[in-house]
């Protein structure tokens, strides 16, 4: 899979931006703030439908624009693909595909599947949980596109259940909790149940097939450090089957997850009502990052989080490049971040791939093995060189 060209209209700082591509390195040179991260930034979109700088599209759109456009065309398996998407801040945002206009903007996922590493991503490590669930679930949507639809049940489900949380609960100042509130929490218990099943189970496969993909990631920008591994804490605690998202273990049943969960909301009944928010749940679940016997986050040095970030990133790609072929890989600006060691690695993996885009503020930071096609980036404009 690669980019053959890649235009934006009102996106970010581009008032207009055309830039055409070919597999292989590209790299994108120019001083900061000229807008090579709106780039790459544009491409994960159309890949994710999400940013990985900001939660919302306003920022998106050009100052005084009422929207941005991304197009992109995707080639895979020498089948092309033009996919086009229209940001408008404040109302839905329309795709299309060839030209044509699509039911809804996540009919476009799959199209293009890309792996991006930047600066940023060293909040996967240090962060709060928010962000390794985030992560999760960006690539469960790039591995089977599907999970974005029970994404967006579950957390409308969430809301929903929440809503009725606050109005039904019994707490300071009130005098008594709302019967219909609490007769329709059932209701809303077995819809929680069934999206957040198929949640948890396709997060626990995922951390089941990538775990071994992120050791051996580390291993090799880290190889004096202690073992890298990820693990999968549920918030249905010792009720969840012993096994599910480990790599020797069986494959998760959403069926016996939802029996599960309703019986855990259930119990938790009580105490959601007097806090009025849910406490079961995928949204209540963390992906733990250890190094040794410990976790990475608060005793990781700079540098081991620096790799295990890295490990991450780069796990991601060989999981996703094993089952469907090579996403494209994205590196925003990173090589300035990595020591010797660990540019190398990063860089053998790049110079490998169908084909990686790489922005950098001076040539120097681009190691060898990566000099294709260059771009230089300024004053509005990308001019090739």
């Given amino acids: 899979m690669y980019l053959r060209h890649l235009q934006v209209t009102d996106f970010r700082s581009w008032e207009h931006a055309d830039l055409p591509l070919t597999p292989g390195p590209t790299v994108l040179v120019g001083p900061n703030g000229r807008g090579k991260t709106n780039l790459l930034e544009a491409i994960g979109y159309l890949a994710t439908?999400?940013?990985?700088?900001?939660?919302?599209?306003?920022?998106?759109?050009?100052?005084?624009?009422?929207?941005?456009?991304?197009?992109?065309?995707?080639?895979?398996?020498?089948?092309?693909?033009?996919?086009?998407?229209?940001?408008?801040?404040?109302?839905?945002?329309?795709?299309?595909?060839?030209?044509?206009?699509?039911?809804?903007?996540?009919?476009?996922?799959?199209?293009?599947?890309?792996?991006?590493?930047?600066?940023?991503?060293?909040?996967?490590?240090?962060?709060?949980?928010?962000?390794?669930?985030?992560?999760?679930?960006?690539?469960?949507?790039?591995?089977?596109?599907?999970?974005a639809g029970v994404r967006s049940d579950y957390e409308r489900v969430l809301r929903q259940r929440n809503a009725l949380l606050k109005t039904g609960g019994k707490r300071k100042g009130?005098?008594?909790?709302?019967?219909?509130?609490?007769?329709?929490?059932?209701?809303?218990?077995?819809?929680?149940?069934?999206?957040?099943?198929?949640?948890?189970?396709?997060?626990?496969?995922?951390?089941?097939?990538?775990?071994?993909?992120?050791?051996?990631?580390?291993?090799?920008?880290?190889?004096?450090?202690?073992?890298?591994?990820?693990?999968?804490?549920?918030?249905?605690?010792?009720?969840?089957?012993?096994?599910?998202?480990?790599?020797?273990?069986?494959?998760?049943d959403a069926d016996k997850l939802a029996a599960i969960l309703v019986d855990a909301l259930a119990a938790a009944r009580q105490a959601e009502l007097e806090r009025g928010v849910s406490l079961v749940g995928p949204h209540r679940d963390e992906l733990e990052l250890i190094l040794g016997e410990t976790p990475a986050k608060g005793y990781a040095s700079h540098g081991e989080s620096w790799s295990f970030a890295l490990a991450l990133r780069l796990g991601s790609y060989e999981l996703l490049r094993s089952e469907a072929g090579e996403p494209v890989l994205l590196l925003d600006d990173v090589f300035a971040e990595l020591d010797k060691r660990r540019r190398s690695r990063l860089a053998e993996v790049a110079s490998a791939a169908e084909q990686v885009l790489v922005t950098a503020a001076v040539d120097e930071d681009v190691p060898e093995e990566l000099s294709g096609t260059r771009f230089a980036v300024s004053n509005g404009e990308v001019r090739h060189v």
């Fill in 49 to 147: 439908l999400s940013s990985h700088r900001v939660a919302t599209d306003a920022p998106l759109v050009r100052h005084g624009c009422e929207r941005a456009l991304v197009r992109a065309a995707v080639v895979n398996d020498d089948r092309e693909l033009t996919i086009e998407l229209e940001i408008t801040p404040g109302k839905a945002n329309r795709a299309r595909v060839n030209r044509g206009a699509v039911g809804k903007p996540r009919d476009i996922l799959g199209i293009l599947r890309t792996v991006l590493f930047s600066p940023e991503d060293l909040t996967l490590v240090r962060g709060d949980p928010g962000e390794r669930r985030r992560f999760l679930d960006e690539l469960l949507v790039l591995r089977a596109p599907r999970y």
């Fill in 174 to 252: 009130q005098t008594a909790q709302d019967p219909y509130a609490l007769s329709t929490l059932e209701v809303w218990d077995s819809h929680l149940a069934a999206a957040g099943s198929q949640l948890l189970a396709a997060r626990l496969d995922l951390v089941a097939d990538l775990a071994p993909h992120v050791a051996a990631a580390y291993a090799g920008v880290a190889p004096d450090s202690w073992p890298a591994k990820v693990a999968y804490r549920s918030s249905l605690g010792e009720a969840l089957p012993a096994g599910y998202g480990t790599p020797e273990g069986e494959r998760a």
